[in-house]
């Protein structure tokens, strides 16, 4: 007898491998950028790569919030070790210093 994965597992591994996929082509654009680029521009792809990796991360859990309002199982955000108004607060904060 075939064994199934249950749903949730589904949506992780499935989550795992986009996270990985979109960290991929942040890492490819960053090299990209700094192979034809002059070299006082050679710092932007390390700016490249964080926020990309910040914004999957941030979408990621804005997924997992909608997902757990959707299956009404909101209690479980209290596991969260940290809570997506406290990110994005982080994020606005990470873009005016980047932008100074």
């Known amino acids: 007898m075939a064994s199934y994965l249950p749903l949730w597992d589904i949506l992780e591994v499935r989550g795992v491998y986009q996270l990985l996929a979109s960290l991929r ?9 700094y192979l034809n680029s002059p070299p006082y521009y050679r ?7 964080l926020w990309c990796g910040w914004r999957v991360y941030h979408l990621h859990l804005l997924y997992l919030q909608h997902l757990l309002h959707l299956l009404d199982l909101q209690h479980l955000l209290l596991w969260l070790p940290v809570s997506v108004e406290l990110l994005q607060d982080m994020l606005l904060h ?4 980047l932008l100074l």
């Open 25 to 33: 082509l942040g890492l490819v654009l960053g090299s990209l950028l």
């Open 43 to 49: 710092y932007w792809p390390g700016l490249l790569r």
């Open 94 to 97: 990470l873009l005016g210093l």
